[in-house]
């Protein structure tokens, strides 16, 4: 590598990397890269409120980061616990983004926490249920006591007399219950 000292002119093999190193940052170096504002951009519209805002991101992306680009459009999960998690599947990234308290947000993250309301129970304690167990072209089906009250779905414990262990079961409907694993 040469220079000529004094004068501040370069000799002509330099000329090349200097205008390499010019034009590779806005071209192949930054191809491999998540482009963060655009990803900025969809978790604020998604969230529906800026950066800052109530209900939005708390700051800014960090523009430090250099994420591989996902080859496909990236996951935006629903707010959970004050944060919004971002993924990328195919490659295995994932980054969470803190929220502000409040906004629109919250309120779909309130959505999402809150449970469906719980069906009325269809078996109580102490009924008689009978408990069915269908395969391989067979079905076997024994009489049972609840131990627990459950609605249709629900795993509750019962058993064959009061000195027997329990055992879990399936609601299936009023008086009859499967044994999990079992259609």
Known sequence: MRTIVGTGRMTRTFRPLIALFLVLPGTAWAAGI???????????????????????????????MKLAACPDTVEIEPPALGAVALRCAPLGWRIRVPLLAGGPARAVAMAAVMPAPKPEPVVQRGDPIELAVAT?????????????????????????????APILVEVIDAGHARLPGFK
Not at 36 to 64: H, M, T, Y
């Open 34 to 64: 998540q482009d963060l504002n655009a990803l900025e951009r969809r978790l604020v519209i998604s969230l529906g409120a800026d950066v800052g805002q109530p209900g939005g991101p708390r700051a800014p992306l960090d523009r430090r």
């Open 136 to 164: 391989g072209g067979f079905r076997v089906t024994r009489e049972m006591i609840a131990d627990e009250s459950g609605a249709p779905g629900d795993h509750i414990r019962v058993r064959a007399d009061r000195k027997s």
